[in-house]
């Protein structure tokens, strides 16, 4: 009866007939009571556990200030002023500073790791790669090497833990890297190799110190006196070297040598040079862009101060590597895993293999070029064939983009419980990070993706010259269609080019960037660096680009690659390209004028996933080699491209007259891509001189 009493005390005048009374609703009162709780129950679980908006770091509306009341210069609305950011963390201004950020971080974790096929992935630890790169770096230093910025050290691999550890050894001792890749061909490595003085590569596989010796022999390169090799090597090997006056030794032979020899480090400062990047180059001799650590510490940085208190990469991360690492994309996001103790793990170095890596490697963190997401989208469509599942598809979509447009990125929905956990499955199904960048992505794509994979996605703008990024997608901002403002690092500003009639005035013109990202110009060339570089630090990148009302930049062109037609028009192919490329059937286009011509014409290759189907359901039937042939199946995909032009508000002279369907792709291996995938616009012409003089000899007629 204590609750009697208790009653009474709180009423003070509650008597015997009011508790009789209680007493009699009891019964109708109790499950009202459970239902309530359980309705709070409920409604407390949904607040605790509802997907939340990201809150932007800035006002979406205006994301990016004037310089000084320029319009046409903006730097970053995170920045309090126009001082822009050189470093995040006090004890990281250098690449080896942040490296042994993360070892302080991690020390006997994960850092590297790599697989052997159908076997999971090892790892080396952050204290072993340290130990390591000390080792090798003394090995260096051994066989003649100076620990100072003007050493170059050449490293010709493929991805591969080796490489990292080869580079943190340079930087242990304060040498500078000048990597090397396949692609660049003999006359552009034989320059490198002289310009750079390189005394010293490192190499992955014997075919490519073979090379080296080849170019050795012949007295071209008479720098080089030493290859290191990752692979085994061969008593043949070592006494070709030997006869051409280069010695040869496998790497452990190198690490025993550091190891009897061990150094103290001797750490390099920001202004010191880390590496000297050469870009592949459309046209022409590659050249030198030569990138301080302080380049990379401010770069890194910036990304890091867009993130912060919205996404933290953590030591449980891991990124996959298989864009090249000679050049900066792959580099700066090692990097930023690297400063926060989180791990790389490398692909087996066959593409073919990725998606295999990927499975077993289960990366949180996944950089793409978006030509990559245009085929993980186009797989997915194409998976879908009936009606009601693309329907169905289409549906679920919609409902997670308008998540998206609300600033919530989850993968836990039911819609992804229901249709898109197999698609983020392919990926991993860990992935919380995708970032794409070297091209424009289509806007639907990136939408699209957005919903299915169920992380965020971000795009970013930049070149090698600035060391990678200048601009980069805010948080919070999920609308497709520009590459987010100015980078904490980095101004920008829109130069007249009067010649495309684009003007500053009207918020259109060449990108240019400064700050302390930006290169300290090209090895040994003056010419080119002063075409690069104006007198007040602007890089002139070519690239042309428009200020959105929201303070982001949308690239809209092409300066570099320009040509005039007979009647004065001026096109820009690379724009008329990105336009075709919305084509269902088109996969690759590669668009050709000159000034002896009135008009453009186009090399096209057909994606070989739709393009069958697409034929078929205009009732033309046969093989994808077959189909390239049919002049019928020509006219429709001509119409559609044309279609898309006048849609993007194309000019005629700027629409494509006729065109010629090649059933192979333009890739890196052909020679016809460069290894950033952009088109190699000199050997594009020479291949199909034939096809582009036969289709100018039809338009005449």
């Given at each position: 009866m204590q609750w009697r009493e208790w009653l009474c005390s709180l009423g003070g005048g509650v008597g015997r007939s009011d508790l009789e009374d209680l007493r009699s609703v009891l019964p109708s009162f109790f499950p009202s009571l459970f239902g309530l709780g359980a309705l709070a129950s409920l409604t407390a679980y949904w607040l605790l556990t509802r997907p939340r908006s990201i809150r932007p770091p800035c006002d979406l509306r205006a994301q990016s200030v004037p310089v000084q009341g320029d319009a046409s210069c903006r730097r970053s609305a995170l920045l309090r002023d126009d001082n822009l950011l050189d470093f995040y963390y006090e004890d990281t201004k250098t690449a080896y500073e942040m490296f042994q950020r993360g070892l302080r971080i991690a020390g006997d974790r994960p850092c590297l790791g790599f697989r052997k096929p159908g076997e999971p992935y090892q790892w080396i630890s952050y204290t072993e790669v340290t130990h390591r790169a000390q080792v090798l770096g003394s090995g260096l230093l051994a066989k003649g090497c100076q620990p100072n910025p003007k050493q170059f050290i050449g490293i010709f691999s493929q991805n591969r833990p080796e490489w990292v550890i080869a580079e943190l050894a340079c930087y242990t001792f304060s040498m500078a890297v000048v990597p090397l890749y396949d692609t660049l061909g003999l006359e552009a490595m034989v320059h490198i190799l002289n310009l750079a003085e390189i005394p010293l590569v490192i190499c992955d596989k014997m075919e490519k110190a073979e090379s080296m010796l080849a170019n050795k022999e012949t007295g071209v390169t008479p720098a080089l006196s030493c290859l290191v090799l990752f692979n085994p090597i061969s008593a043949a090997l070592v006494e070709r070297g030997r006869n051409c006056g280069v010695e040869v030794l496998h790497l452990s032979q190198l690490m025993a040598l550091g190891r009897d020899n061990l150094r103290a480090p001797i750490p390099p400062e920001p202004e010191d040079l880390a590496v000297v990047c050469f870009t592949s180059g459309t046209t022409g001799k590659p050249k030198g862009a030569m990138i301080t650590h302080g380049n990379i510490a401010s770069n890194t940085s910036s990304v890091i101060k867009i993130l912060e208190g919205f996404f933290v990469i953590r030591q449980e991360d891991v990124s996959i590597s298989y864009l090249p690492l000679a050049h900066m994309f792959e580099r700066m996001i090692q990097v930023s895993m690297f400063v926060h103790g989180a791990r790389v793990g490398f692909y087996q170095g066959d593409v073919s293999l990725l998606?295999?890596?990927?499975?077993?490697?289960?990366?949180?963190?996944?950089?793409?070029?978006?030509?990559?997401?245009?085929?993980?989208?186009?797989?997915?469509?194409?998976?879908?064939?009936?009606?009601?599942?693309?329907?169905?598809?289409?549906?679920?979509?919609?409902?997670?983009?308008?998540?998206?447009?609300?600033?919530?990125?989850?993968?836990?929905?039911?819609?992804?419980?229901?249709?898109?956990?197999?698609?983020?499955?392919?990926?991993?199904?860990?992935?919380?990070?995708?970032?794409?960048?070297?091209?424009?992505?289509?806007?639907?794509?990136?939408?699209?993706?957005?919903?299915?994979?169920?992380?965020?996605?971000?795009?970013?703008?930049?070149?090698?010259?600035?060391?990678?990024?200048?601009?980069?997608?805010?948080?919070?901002?999920?609308?497709?269609?520009?590459?987010?403002?100015?980078?904490?690092?980095?101004?920008?500003?829109?130069a007249d080019i009067p010649d495309m009639s684009y003007y500053a005035k009207r918020g259109q013109g060449e990108i240019c960037i400064r700050g302390p990202s930006v290169f300290q110009g090209y090895l040994k060339d003056e010419e080119n660096t002063a075409q690069a570089l104006d007198g007040d630090g602007w890089l002139h990148t070519g690239d042309v680009g428009q200020w959105l009302p929201n303070g982001t930049l949308r690239i809209i062109d092409r300066k570099k690659h320009i040509f005039k037609l007979s009647q004065g028009e001026y096109v820009a192919p690379e724009k008329i390209e990105n336009i075709y490329m919305r084509s269902v059937p088109v996969l690759q286009v590669f668009v050709h004028g000159d000034s002896l011509q009135s008009c453009v014409v186009g090399i096209v290759v057909p994606d070989p996933e739709v393009f069958v189907d697409w034929a078929r359901e205009r009732g033309i039937v046969g093989s994808y080699e077959e189909l390239c042939q049919n002049s019928d199946v020509k006219s429709a995909v001509l119409e559609d491209m044309v279609a898309m032009g006048k849609e993007a508000g194309l000019k005629s002279f700027e629409q494509v007259k006729d065109l010629y369907l090649h059933p192979e792709m333009f890739s890196v291996s052909n020679g016809l891509l460069t290894p950033t995938l952009k088109s190699k616009r000199v050997e594009l012409r020479q291949v199909f001189r034939e096809q582009i003089a036969l289709m100018y000899s039809k338009v005449a007629v």
């Open positions: 998606m295999d890596d990927i499975k077993a490697l289960r990366p949180t963190f996944f950089p793409v070029v978006p030509r990559l997401l245009t085929r993980i989208y186009d797989k997915i469509q194409g998976s879908v064939t009936s009606p009601l599942r693309r329907a169905i598809l289409h549906y679920a979509v919609k409902r997670k983009q308008a998540e998206v447009n609300s600033g919530i990125i989850r993968n836990n929905s039911l819609w992804d419980r229901l249709i898109f956990n197999k698609i983020q499955a392919t990926l991993g199904g860990r992935l919380r990070f995708i970032l794409t960048a070297s091209a424009p992505i289509s806007p639907a794509v990136l939408s699209f993706l957005r919903a299915t994979l169920g992380c965020l996605i971000f795009e970013g703008y930049g070149q090698t010259e600035c060391t990678a990024g200048c601009t980069f997608s805010m948080p919070g901002d999920f609308s497709a269609g520009h590459v987010g403002p100015p980078l904490p690092c980095a101004m920008v500003k829109l």
